[in-house]
């Protein structure tokens, strides 16, 4: 009889998993504070956003079996239920060699010539998370001749960016939601004097 609800049980949590993992949410929060990292550590220049720490309780990283006749046991409903769904706000995976090497050219070219666009008004940031040329007469006469480039490397990367983070964490059509949260944090965290388009195409400044 134990047997018989056991394996009852463990038929209709299948059933339960399946339903759930039909309709995987967008992490929005765990995606604010992913992208807030990572932007606070290429336009301040802080400490790289550190590697995230793995959700759930510290075991011994053995698996208990269940007792005859019993429900699975933790462990195995950890494996069965996805971490969106565990309780806890899961990390959005933002590291790997490919995102770790875009975050470094992008810090890079922040500091050696992007900050200083931006500063003197010569680019702005767009509502769709990229760069674009406000005002060329505003970049010294030194760097005119790069601004371009220098924007066009910018928005290579930040568009693979997106694409790549959407990938790792197994969702690639969360692209247009990673974007979308990036474009509203570069934004938010722009430094005084910087400019932005607005919702309605003009540009603004901070």
Known sequence: ?????????????IALVGCVTINVYF???????????FIGS????GTPSPKPAQNGPKGDGTSKPAPDGGMPSARVLDLLIPAAYAGDSPNLKIHTPAIDAIHARMRKRFSDSLKTLLDDGAVGFTQDGLVQVHDLSAAPMAQRAEVKSVVAAENGDRNQLYADIAKANGHPEWQDRIRQTFAQLWIQ????GWYYRSSTGSWKRK
């Open 189 to 192: 965290r722009a430094h005084k």
């Open 27 to 37: 992490p929005a929060a765990a995606a604010q504070k992913a992208a807030d990292q």
């Open 1 to 13: 009889m134990r047997k018989i609800l056991a394996c009852l049980g463990l038929t209709m949590l």
């Open 42 to 45: 290429v336009i301040d220049q």
